[in-house]
């Protein structure tokens, strides 16, 4: 089983799908990758991974989803899981939510829905760094 996951959480399950196909085809068997339709779900997968041995290593959220928008979200996610990185992905967030989910939440980058590939990908992988190599 693989050690690392990426969460990726949107309330558009067809956006979940796409971003899950374009990171599975860059990142291949690399990491797990999982989806959540909401930030609760989103946190009880982050509990469960954690339980089994799986670090989160890095979430990217929508801004605007039901229940907690994605700012809200990300922050809950620094005070409880500080060493998670983050990327919002959103097409709604206000200059003021973007500021706080770079300021308060600690976001790595805010990207614009819809979101170019190959932007996406250079910022997951300066949040996850270079593959590592086994010696």
Known sequence: ???EAILCVDDEAII???MKRELKAHFKDR????????????????????????????VI???????????????TIRSLYPDIRTIMVT????????????TEAGAFKVLQKPWNRSELIEAISACVGP????T
Do not use: N
């Not at 097409?91 to 770079?102: F, K, L, N, W, Y």
């Open 16 to 18: 979940l799908m796409a």
């Open 1 to 3: 089983m693989k050690s």
């Open 31 to 58: 990491f797990r990758f999982e989806t959540a339709l909401d930030a609760a779900e989103g946190l009880k997968i982050i509990d469960d991974l954690s339980e089994d041995g799986v670090s989160v290593i890095l």
């Open 131 to 134: 593959e590592r190599t086994s």
């Open 91 to 102: 097409g709604h967030a206000d200059p003021q939510s973007i500021e706080r989910t770079v």
């Open 61 to 75: 959220s929508d801004w605007l989803m039901p229940g907690m928008k994605g700012d809200e979200f990300l922050m």
